[in-house]
């Protein structure tokens, strides 16, 4: 079971262009737009990188056949890119800080970064690589100077490396700051810019800005018990430097999933995917780590809140965060020793607790603690994206092969992405960063896990096992 990937690492050349900046095309509202409060923290002020694989579309293969000239993609995403900033007009400004850090969108049209690229390679040399982590992710995704901080730096670093591929596919991918937008408003604005260039004149879906509608209360008043903004000390040393560490990814299909739900009791197999398997990979990633056996192992569920209030208060179009990351706590022992039902129901407790009042809560604890970080000490968050729409992006080439995160965040959280497998399943693709040695033991567990439900060990397919080196220092 968990067989890695370990072929040879591919290895291919990017040609890129020179940086330009995409402004919208047509003049937009110069004003400065306050973020909400929930937008507004800590934990929130980085970027993410998104990719996305499309394969050469039908049409292209006829058009090629007939001696046409094939549409390019890059001149196509870009045109539509700058209609769709007339309607988006905030993200082609910078962020800037007013008084108390408040963050701000300074809506100047300056623009969006844009790199037009070509690679040497095929869709196919990737093989099962079309998955976390990424192999040369830094020739997909160019770290232009200047642009990867928070302030002051353009708010989308938008590249298609167009990576025209030698096959006629493409790769586009993506930083986006978090500030700015959650998984849903992203996967709406990059819905916007494919149906313009699709032929739209204008987004199906206006977008919203509204930000006020998730500031803090006034007076504020913290009504919740928010224990993932809790202050941890790191007291038995649990930091562990970033030097020796392993991505990689795990397809959870079908059978997967039915093997999992086998493991709980009658009353608990109603429960979702997300839960289930997010119990099952908190335990398992605890017994990898091998904490002390009395600490507090925390898991973070991020909860997206938009159907939380009622009456509806998030309308249509809303494109800010909107999401909760309410907590499971458990000592290492607990959760260690007990049935996988016993997370699953802190799981499930976990997430039944975002309500209104609890979004309220949340916002007003922002402004009164100085909008503080989550706690990342024994911490691993998770994020479902099974759900958000980037893989259903279409611009003109069909669906993409793969759309969402490119990798872990480092020994901190991982992504639920949708994904077929090379047998034509559906499932999840979950890409998971740990210590070497973590890693090993984990992959154990997994397939202990698994024999208990069949007796023998199952294929989980663990693929793109990679290993980084950095600096940087994190918490289990």
């Known amino acids: 079971m968990a067989e890695s990937g370990s072929c040879k690492p591919l290895v291919y050349k990017v040609r890129r262009r020179e940086p330009e900046l995409v402004a919208p095309a047509k003049p937009t509202p110069r004003e400065l737009k306050e973020l909400s409060d929930i937008d507004d923290q800590e934990g929130l002020r980085f970027q993410l990188p998104v990719i996305q694989v499309y394969k050469r579309s039908d049409a292209e293969i006829l058009t090629t056949t007939k001696g046409e000239l094939q549409r390019d993609p890059a001149k196509v995403i870009r045109k539509a890119l700058a209609q769709a900033l007339v309607f988006y007009y905030p993200f082609a400004g910078r962020l800037r800080e007013g008084p108390g850090r408040k963050l701000m969108a300074d809506c100047t049209g300056e623009g969006v970064v844009f790199i037009e690229a070509d690679a040497d390679v095929t869709l196919e040399q990737f093989g099962h690589a079309l998955q976390p982590p990424f192999p040369s992710l830094e020739e997909l995704l160019f770290d232009v100077p200047g642009s990867s901080g928070v302030l002051h730096c353009p708010l989308l670093l938008i590249q298609w490396q167009v990576t025209r591929l030698k096959c006629g596919g493409f790769i586009f991918a993506l930083r986006f700051n978090h500030t700015m937008v959650d998984g849903p408003g992203l996967a709406q604005f990059m819905n916007a810019v494919a149906e313009i260039a699709r032929g739209a004149s204008e987004p199906s879906v206006p977008p919203v800005w509204q930000r006020e509608l998730l500031n803090a209360r006034n007076p504020p008043r913290v009504t919740c018990i928010h224990r993932e903004y809790e202050e941890v000390a790191d007291t038995k040393g649990t930091i562990i430097p970033l030097d020796d560490m392993a991505h990689r990814s795990f397809f959870f299909g079908p059978t997967e999933v039915s093997a999992l739900r086998m493991l709980v009791p009658r009353h608990l197999t109603h429960c979702s995917t997300f839960e289930i398997l997010t119990a099952f990979l908190w335990r398992c990633r605890t017994i990898a780590l091998q904490p002390d056996p009395e600490e507090e192992m925390r898991v973070i569920c991020l909860v997206n809140a938009r159907s939380k209030f009622n009456p509806p208060l998030i309308p249509i179009g809303f494109y800010g965060n909107a999401f909760a990351?309410?907590?499971?706590?458990?000592?290492?022992?607990?959760?260690?020793?007990?049935?996988?039902?016993?997370?699953?129901?802190?799981?499930?407790k976990a997430k039944a607790d975002v309500t209104e009042e609890y979004m309220r809560s949340m916002a007003d604890l922002m402004v009164t603690r100085g909008r503080p970080h989550f706690t990342v000490v024994r911490s691993y968050a998770v994020s479902d994206l099974t759900r958000a729409g980037l893989r259903e992006v279409d611009f003109g080439w069909g669906n993409a092969v793969y759309g969402g995160p490119v990798r872990a965040i480092p020994s901190i959280a991982s992504f639920y992405v949708p994904f077929k497998n090379n047998k034509g399943e559906n499932g999840i693709v979950v890409p998971i960063c740990l210590p070497t040695l973590a890693m090993e033991r984990f992959v154990k567990q997994l397939d202990v896990m698994f024999k208990q439900v069949h007796g023998h060990p199952t294929k989980?397919?663990?693929?793109?096992?990679?290993?980084?080196?950095?600096?940087?220092?994190s918490s289990l």
């Open 325 to 348: 990351l309410p907590v499971a706590v458990s000592t290492a022992k607990k959760l260690c020793e007990n049935p996988l039902a016993y997370g699953l129901e802190l799981v499930r």
């Open 460 to 473: 989980l397919s663990a693929t793109n096992a990679t290993k980084t080196a950095t600096p940087i220092k």
